[in-house]
Every structure is written in C-alpha cells, then in structure tokens.
C-alpha cells in the first residue's frame, strides 16, 4: 500500500508579504480553474526551489476562524474568495523541516485578489523537534519494534512523544514518573486529575509502593531516546511532505474555548456540530457560520470527595428526536442531553460501560448498551431493558447499530466482532483474521466503528493498525476485509460515506486518511494543527460525491472539518 505523505507543523512565524493583482501563473483550486480567488502566492526555499506540500494558513485578525490550502507542484496556493472575507490575515505554515523567518500578514479586499509570497528557511535542531509528529519520533527511536509497543502504545492518549523525547529524567527517575502517569482518567496535560480509591490517599508518596516492572520498563525505554545524556544520539527521520491529490484539499479549523477538549464531534439535527467535553462534565456546539460556541455543564455526580475524574469519553447520537447520550467517565451513570430543551437527565441502565449505541433507535425506539460481557437492548423513553448473552462474551469498547438496529461489538484487543440480531436476541461471532496487519500493530479488536447503509461494520483497529471491514452477507472466508494502515497510524475510528470513501483519523498520526473502496487508492491529508484525534463524523458527500471528515483535536481545543478537491 503505497504512502504518499504528509507534511508536519511549524511553529508561528512567517515571512515576506506582497499584495498585488493575482499573477496569471498562480492556478486555482484543483482543476476548477473559474473558481474566485481572495489570496495567492508562491512558497519557495533555499533549499529547494518551490515547494510542494506546505499547508498554508490564514486567520483573520479577532476571528476564531483559520482556513488553510496546500502548495502544489510549482509551489502555488490560492485561497477561494469564499473562504476569506475581507480583512486583515495572518499567515503561516506547516512544512517539516522548514520555517518562516518572520511574521506575515495580508490584507484581502472585496476586490482584486492579494498575492503574498513566502521564502522559507531551513528548520534548526529544536524547531524540527517541535514539527515531528508521532509516527517521525517512533521511527526514530533506536529501539526495536517490541519496545515501541510495550513501552510507547498508548502515551499519545494524553500527550505528544515530544514530552518524553524532551525529558531529562535518568532511568530510575523515570519509574517513579511512569507509575504516577498511569491514573485513571487518561486526560490530557490541561488538566490532571488524581487516581480513584484505593490509590488516591498515598498517591506519589512512598508508601504508594515501588513502581512495577513494566513501570521500569518503560522507563529504560524512554531513557534510552530522551535528553538525560545529552543531546539525541540519533536521526531525527521524518516524513515526506503531501503530493499530488494529497495537496488538493481545503482545511477549516475553529478554535473553541481554551479549555475544551473535544473527544467526539457529532452533527446534530440542526446541522450544527456538537461535541463532548474529555475533562469537564460538559457539551458544547459549535455553529460553523458563525464561529460561536455554547456550552452545557451537569452536575458531578460520584461522592464527595471521591476523586473520581470529571469528563466525558464519548458522546453518541443523536436519536430519532436529537438526543445526545454521554458517557459520564468514572462518575458512572449515563448523561442525556436535549438540545431542543437544553436540560439534562441521569440514567443508571446496566452495563456501566461508557458506550450507548442510539443510531438504530427510529426503528425501534432502542438503544444498546453493553458490560459485564452482556449486552443491554434499552427502551430511551423508560429505560427498562432486556439482557442479551451468547457462548461468548460480548465484550466491546464500542458498539453500533445497522440500519434494522442490529447490534455489533469488539473488545480493544478482542479477537471477534459478534452481532445480535434485534428481533431474535441471537448472538452470531466472527472472527477477525489475524493478518495483515503493519509496522507497530501488535493487536487486533476495535476501538470505535460505525455501520454503512449495506449494513457493513467498519472500525478503526487501533492495536492492530488497520481499518476493519465485515460484511456478514458475504460468504464465509470472504466476510472480512483489513487494510493495513503506514507506520504507527493507529487508526481509532473508520467511517464509509455510503459513496466510495471509508475515512479513519488516529491520536498519533496528525493526518487522517481516505480510502477509495472502489480503487484501493489511499489518500492522506495532513493536518494544520497538532491532533489527536478520537472520534471522527463525516461531512456528507458534497456535489461530485466528495464526502469530508469533522475531527476534534482532543488536546488542543479546536475542531476541524477537512474537505478534499478530488475524487
């Protein structure tokens, strides 16, 4: 499977600007050469001449708003006139390896289109560290793979592998640093939160007990990469920036409010973008036209001086009438939420996982719910429910319904999807084959997946770094298909547009990825900013039937939408 790139981050600075009439060698976008122009330019280096693939941002002075395109092959980008209001913008790029040597602005009139062109310099040692991305640093590494594995898999749930590359700590140093990391909630570096009973009371005191010997593991591997020697000992190794179709994208990001931690992004009934909150009990909207955010916050609901973390892993809907459903973390208990009303209300339904399935709810009025190796069918307007087991458990980290609500489900490191069947209540499995699988899977499972209309489960197979797909109809042997994804993508959801495009994001990569079913064609966009990505919602194939892709950056407060110029 070829990998055709991506581009990593740049810090803000940027470089010359000239607003002039456009120049008649600047294209438009992809191939819709009438398309109207606001802003264009050229990016060049030193090094290289023109370049291709360095993403281009612009944000308007006071805004929240930045929209962001990719050089071609000459070296050109341009912004569509409808993308950029008049205004004052600043400018700046993401390009591995390279950066602007100064500020930018432009300013874009009602009238003939600004040009600005930009020169850029070579990245120096501690700029190209702050540009590698996940998979880069793990490439890097002069371990082997089995290390990676053990040592690294699931540190970008909470922060970059900058944090640990940078590190200072020796090897015994950092076995105390690794056992007081591991807590509960999993957040993110904005907002720490201590561990549940019985650790909270010695919690990084000595009579806490020594750390384990995956603690020290762990550990001798990350002193092994970091600065406690000195400087690295080895290449920084880095991907290629985008080519081709993978430069024939539009970006739009929107920032939220400083604090907000998007895990899952859902479009609701009213079209607007609504998403939950990893490290507050909250939910919020985003309306893309505006810019504006809202935000709800419930009660917290464990015992007094618990310690149980605030937040919400997922947020799943809506139903039939616009309901979102939440998983209130380690505070148990669901959280339901009516935007139409703007109030809450607390269920206790059995299972105590964090998933509830309402997307095959109008057939019914049923949600799924699944824990303790059972699964839960529940009515959402009384909340009585009926227990489903097989000879199997049925284990999941997520579930999801077929268009006749029928149930699937897989563990994260499960080796099965199983299904029930929402009329009979019975149980069929699948066992998901064990190969392919690429550089840094070690596993199989889901993390989270989603149904087409052909009634087809697709999932992201985070440990095993493939996107799933099962087709129950097809005939035995042929049921399965698994894409392996490039190194150390760890893909965490997959979604089909019901077209010919199958999406997938990670937390590592920093780009999410469009499979052309049809085809086997790949293409992968790299993102402006810093993502960690969990949950992702398509943006409904436009005319031409292109779909996009809605990703919350979980650590960084902002939510983009991504929406490619080609097929």
């Known amino acids: 499977m070829p990998f055709r790139s991506f581009v990593t981050a740049v810090t803000l600075v940027t470089a010359l600007m000239v607003a002039v009439a ?119 590494y002069p371990l082997d793979e089995e290390t990676k594995w053990t040592a690294f898999r699931d540190c970008s749930r909470c922060h970059t592998m900058l944090r640990a590359s940078m590190s200072t700590y020796n090897a015994e140093q950092l076995a105390w640093v690794m056992k007081r990391m591991v807590y509960s909630a999993g957040s993110s570096p904005m907002t720490f939160q201590l561990p549940n009973e019985p650790q909270t009371k010695n919690w990084g005191r000595a009579e806490w007990g020594p750390p384990t010997d995956l603690h020290v593991s762990q550990a001798k591997a990350v002193a092994a990469i970091n600065l406690s020697r000195g400087m690295w000992n080895y290449e920084l190794k880095t991907l290629p920036r985008p080519k081709g179709k993978d430069t024939q994208v539009v970006y739009t990001t929107w920032d939220l409010p400083v604090t907000a931690r998007p895990h899952d992004t ?95 709810s109008h057939v019914d009025g049923y949600g799924w719910r699944v824990g303790g190796g059972a699964a839960y069918r529940i009515n959402l307007e009384t909340f009585e429910s009926t227990a489903v087991k097989g000879a199997r458990p049925l284990n999941a980290y997520d579930v999801a319904a077929d268009s006749q609500n029928n149930l699937y489900g897989s563990a994260r490191n499960g080796q099965y999807v199983w299904k029930v069947d929402a009329k009979t209540l019975q149980v069929a499995y699948y066992d998901i084959p064990a190969q392919p699988r690429s550089e840094g899977g070690r596993g199989t499972g889901m993390r989270r997946g989603v149904t087409d209309k052909q009634n087809r489960l697709w999932w992201g197979g985070y440990d095993g770094n493939f996107v799933g797909m099962l087709d129950p109809r097809a005939p035995a042997g042929k049921q399965f298909a698994i894409y392996p994804m490039p190194a150390w993508f760890f893909p965490y959801d997959a979604h089909h547009d019901d077209v010919r495009y199958t999406w ?23 993102l402006p900013f810093e993502a960690n990505i969990r949950d992702i919602n398509l943006a409904p194939p436009r005319a031409g039937g292109l779909s996009g892709l809605w990703v919350g950056h979980n650590h960084q407060g902002k939510i983009t939408l991504i929406e490619p110029l080609a097929p």
């Open 22 to 140: 456009l120049a008649p060698d600047v294209p438009s976008l992809s191939a819709q050469s009438s398309v109207p122009i606001a802003l264009s330019g050229a990016v060049r280096s030193p090094e290289e001449g023109a370049m291709e693939g360095v993403l281009v941002r612009a944000r308007r002075a006071g805004s929240s708003k930045t929209v962001t395109v990719v050089t071609d092959a000459k070296g050109s980008y341009a912004f569509p006139r409808e993308r950029l209001e008049p205004g004052r913008y600043d400018v700046s790029i993401r390009a591995i390896k390279f950066v602007l040597p100064q500020t930018a602005t432009a300013e874009v009139t009602a009238g003939a289109p600004a040009r600005l062109d930009l020169t850029l310099k070579a990245a120096n040692i501690l700029e190209l560290s702050h540009q590698l991305t996940d998979p880069e640093w793990l490439a890097s």
């Open 504 to 526: 997938t994001g990670g937390i590592y990569a920093d780009r999410v990825a469009r499979l052309n079913v049809e085809t086997g064609e790949w293409s992968y966009y790299l």
């Open 266 to 360: 859902r479009m609701g009934k009213d079209g607007l973008i609504y998403y939950n909150h990893f490290n507050d009990n909250a939910i919020g909207r985003l309306d893309p036209k505006t810019g504006e955010t809202k935000e709800w916050r419930w009660p917290y609901r464990a015992p007094q001086g618990s310690f149980a973390p605030t937040g919400a892993r997922t947020l799943m809907g809506p139903d039939a009438k616009g309901r979102f459903y939440i998983g209130n973390q380690a505070q148990e208990g669901l959280v339901v939420f009516d935007p139409s009303t703007e109030k809450f209300r607390f269920e206790n339904p059995p299972g105590g996982g964090e998933m509830m399935d309402v997307s095959g």
